[in-house]
């Protein structure tokens, strides 16, 4: 069985930099894992994406603020935030994305930590 928990969200102020975490227990088949946010009123969205063999994708809104990466010891995959804005401000939500030979892909969700940038 494959769980997803996010942590280390929080307040933060505009410009500022946080550190989010994904612990994946169970994470045979994994081939990938992401980073997605969604703010009140909106849909969720895209933020970061890092395969099985390191290849990351960004979108548009946070390449060359955010950095997505693993680390082994911990069994974790952490989201760096820097030069936070106020657009950033929304529930971030870990996701692992798992691959099984003859079967259908499988996403699965953690259940969200809060980011809020405020002045």
């Known amino acids: 069985q494959v769980q997803v928990v996010e942590s280390g969200g929080g307040f933060v102020q505009p410009g500022g930099s946080l550190k989010l975490s994904c612990v994946v227990s169970?994470?045979?088949?994994?081939?990938?894992m992401g980073w997605y946010r969604q703010a009140p009123g909106n849909q969720r969205e895209f933020v970061a994406f890092r395969t099985s063999g390191g290849a990351t994708n960004y979108a548009d809104s946070v390449k060359g603020r955010f950095t997505v990466g693993r680390e082994n010891a911990r069994d974790t995959l952490y989201l760096q935030m820097n030069n936070l804005k106020l657009e950033d401000t929304a529930v971030y939500y870990c996701?692992?994305?798992?691959?099984?030979?003859?079967?259908?892909?499988?996403?699965?969700w953690g259940q969200g930590t809060q980011v809020t940038v405020s002045s």
């Open positions: 169970g994470d045979a088949n994994i081939n990938g």
């Open positions: 996701l692992a994305r798992r691959t099984r030979l003859g079967r259908p892909q499988t996403d699965i």
